[in-house]
Nanobody, 116 residues
Framework: QVQLVESGGGLVQPGGSLRLSCAAS????????IGWFRQAPGKEREGVTCISPSDGRTSYADSVKGRFTISRDNAKNTVYLQMNSLKPEDTAVYYC?????????WGQGTQVTVSS
């Protein structure tokens, strides 16, 4: 069973930075990608970024390009989301996901709040 555990969320001022972590377990080499979605109150869940576990290929939503960076540490089975120049509109619950041949698996989410 795939398990994903996010950490690193919190309250930060506009322009600040946070680094989220997602520790994965129970996955196989059939994994296609791992990354992050986010969901703000009253809004649909939005894809943020993803990375290929095998070759490191990345993809970003236009709204976060140049500010967010996804990375991985395969030895630790962990993916990171470095978030810089945060804006109030980045406020959301951030969910880690892993896609494999069975579909998508989700973490429990971690709250990111960007506010003065």
């Amino acid at each position: 069973q795939v398990q994903l555990v996010e950490s690193g969320g919190g309250l930060v001022q506009p322009g600040g930075s946070l680094r989220l972590s997602c520790a994965a377990s129970g996955f196989t080499l059939d994994s296609y990608s791992i990354g992050w979605f986010r969901q703000a109150p009253g809004k649909e869940r939005e894809g943020v970024t993803c990375i290929s576990p095998s070759d490191g290929r990345t993809s970003y939503a236009d709204s976060v390009k140049g500010r967010f960076t996804i990375s991985r540490d395969n030895a630790k089975n962990t993916v990171y989301l470095q978030m810089n120049s945060l804006k109030p509109e980045d406020t959301a619950v951030y969910y880690c996901y892993l896609e494999d041949n069975r579909g998508h698996h989700w973490g429990q989410g971690t709250q990111v709040t960007v506010s003065s």
